[in-house]
């Protein structure tokens, strides 16, 4: 009788160890989702002016070095804005310009057939006179196919 009573608490103390081992994964898979797709295309200040195909779900990551002032959408309606724009500043001395100290991102994903633009404007710093059209003015066409 006692051996039996002790096979149940076993039992019992099995199918509660299980049961709490799958509520524990249960929590963790909610507290911590996974990461959405991972980034299709990445974007930097060599495609100034130039035009990119994407797929309908892809991930596109616009990184541009020094401070930018990125369009608060994109034109078009085949790409969403993920993410608001962030400058990060780089490690070290800046120097007299802490502007150009650092980058400026912006992350999208492509929701639908067609064509947006991402649009951005530089900020040179206190020499507007020493920057060039294609560093103050930031342009690219995103097409997106099925």
């Known amino acids: 009788m006692i051996g039996e009573a002790l096979q149940v608490t076993r ?6 160890a299980g ?7 249960a929590v963790a898979v909610w507290l911590w989702p996974s990461p959405g797709p991972k980034i299709a295309r990445h974007l930097t200040l060599t495609d100034n002016g130039k035009s990119v195909t994407v797929r309908v779900g892809d991930r596109v990551q ?3 070095d020094q401070a930018w002032a990125i369009g608060s959408a994109p034109t078009g309606s085949a790409l969403h804005q993920e993410t608001h724009p962030k400058f990060t500043r ?6 007299p310009t802490p502007v150009k100290c650092g980058s400026t991102s912006a992350d999208y994903i492509a929701i639908a057939l067609g064509e947006s633009s991402i649009t ?9 006179s020493d920057c060039p059209y294609e560093r103050s003015h930031f342009r690219v066409t995103v097409a997106v196919s099925p």
């Open 11 to 16: 039992r019992g103390l099995s199918v509660t």
């Open 19 to 25: 049961l709490c081992a799958l509520l524990g994964v």
């Open 62 to 64: 616009l990184v541009l």
């Open 90 to 95: 780089a490690d070290g001395p800046c120097g």
């Open 120 to 128: 951005a404007l530089g900020n040179c710093g206190e020499v507007v």
